[in-house]
């Protein structure tokens, strides 16, 4: 297969994750970039993953999971195409999400808000976010909450939703909710008594 034909395919992949609006601008950022990008299977901890060259020797790589909704892929890319551009431009000099990191992650933010076709409250949100960026969409409520109006049909809900005093399931342990602590609830384990502190947007079984 020749570079061009690598290209396509790339493109065609890159596709089926993102709203279709965004393709070519994403597309054009990553091959601009010369960035190993690979979409990932789920993982808990992160959405994606930014790793710089080791020793210079490699390429940086960007890793993004693969169950994303393409409102939520977009962003996250974005947001790890932003630890990129500073590693690029600072190498590793300084903060992971300091100043130099946010201008960069605004900059790319900016084509999203002026696309008419981009979801209205969601333009609301990513405004809000570039007035005071976050560390990542999900340490801002908000942006979190809208993004995960684009998900599929799923049997769990959010925290949130649940009435405090109320009992839920996650990770196959059954909790008590508690009082809201920021944006976390503290929630008392039924089995252990344990007080956990638990995301207000924690996907959850109602009991």
Same mark, same amino acid.
């Given at each position: 297969m020749n570079l061009e034909q690598k290209d396509i395919e790339f493109q065609k992949n890159l596709a089926k994750y993102l709203p279709k609006e965004f393709v070519n601008y994403t597309w054009t950022l990553l091959k601009e970039s010369a960035v190993k990008f690979r979409i990932v299977a789920p993982r808990k901890?992160?959405?994606?993953?930014?790793?710089?060259?080791?020793?210079?020797k490699t390429k940086p790589q960007i890793t993004i999971n693969g169950n994303l909704n393409p409102y939520a892929f977009l962003i996250t890319t974005l947001h790890e195409v932003a630890h990129l551009n500073t590693y690029n431009r600072y190498k590793r000099s300084v903060k992971p999400h300091g100043q130099e990191w946010k201008y960069e992650f605004q900059q790319l933010l900016k084509p999203l808000i002026s696309e008419e076709a981009f979801p209205t409250n969601l333009k609301r949100c990513l405004i809000n976010s570039i007035k005071k960026t976050k560390a990542s969409s999900c340490s801002d409520i908000d942006l979190s909450r809208e993004l995960r109006k684009f998900d599929p049909s799923k049997t769990t809900i959010p925290l949130e939703s649940i009435p405090i005093g109320e009992d839920f399931k996650l990770n196959? !342990?059954?909790?008590?909710?508690? !009082?809201?602590?920021?944006?976390?609830?503290l929630c008392t384990e039924l089995h252990s008594g344990r007080a956990y502190l638990i995301h207000s947007l924690a996907e959850v079984n109602s009991l």
């Amino acid at each position: 297969m020749n570079l061009e034909q690598k290209d396509i395919e790339f493109q065609k992949n890159l596709a089926k994750y993102l709203p279709k609006e965004f393709v070519n601008y994403t597309w054009t950022l990553l091959k601009e970039s010369a960035v190993k990008f690979r979409i990932v299977a789920p993982r808990k901890t992160k959405l994606g993953d930014f790793r710089a060259p080791i020793a210079e020797k490699t390429k940086p790589q960007i890793t993004i999971n693969g169950n994303l909704n393409p409102y939520a892929f977009l962003i996250t890319t974005l947001h790890e195409v932003a630890h990129l551009n500073t590693y690029n431009r600072y190498k590793r000099s300084v903060k992971p999400h300091g100043q130099e990191w946010k201008y960069e992650f605004q900059q790319l933010l900016k084509p999203l808000i002026s696309e008419e076709a981009f979801p209205t409250n969601l333009k609301r949100c990513l405004i809000n976010s570039i007035k005071k960026t976050k560390a990542s969409s999900c340490s801002d409520i908000d942006l979190s909450r809208e993004l995960r109006k684009f998900d599929p049909s799923k049997t769990t809900i959010p925290l949130e939703s649940i009435p405090i005093g109320e009992d839920f399931k996650l990770n196959n !342990k059954s909790f008590k909710k508690g !009082k809201l602590r920021r944006t976390r609830y503290l929630c008392t384990e039924l089995h252990s008594g344990r007080a956990y502190l638990i995301h207000s947007l924690a996907e959850v079984n109602s009991l």
